[in-house]
């Protein structure tokens, strides 16, 4: 991902494309489908947004985990979902 596609989001959507990528529930698949970012980009879009000490602690939470994956979680989906997130539609994000 590039400065162009940066340019193209709102300071709200990058801030809750970090809260989203911050969360241990919430997939990469869930973030493409809200905002179009594919995984790597979402990594370069941290590595960009955060300081470095926050880039290598949320790299070494998400390496290898499971939950980030769609594909590789043993649960369904809806399961062990957070009291707090709200449901998504349309592209939309849902105020707290």
């Known amino acids: 991902m590039n400065k162009r596609i940066d340019r193209t989001l709102s300071e709200e959507d990058i801030d809750r494309i970090i809260e989203m990528a911050w969360e241990d529930r919430t ?3 869930a973030i493409e489908m809200q ?3 594919k995984e790597a980009e979402v990594i ?3 590595r960009r947004q ?3 000490s926050s880039w290598r ?3 070494a939470r998400v390496q290898g985990r499971n939950t980030k994956h769609s594909k590789k979680r043993t649960f369904t989906e809806g399961r ?3 009291s707090r997130q709200r449901h ?3 592209n939309k994000i849902s105020k707290r």
């Open 57 to 59: 602690l949320w790299r």
């Open 80 to 82: 062990h979902k957070c």
């Open 50 to 52: 955060l300081k470095p």
């Open 88 to 90: 998504i539609s349309g």
């Open 27 to 29: 997939t990469f698949d």
């Open 35 to 37: 905002f179009g970012l």
């Open 44 to 46: 370069n879009l941290m």
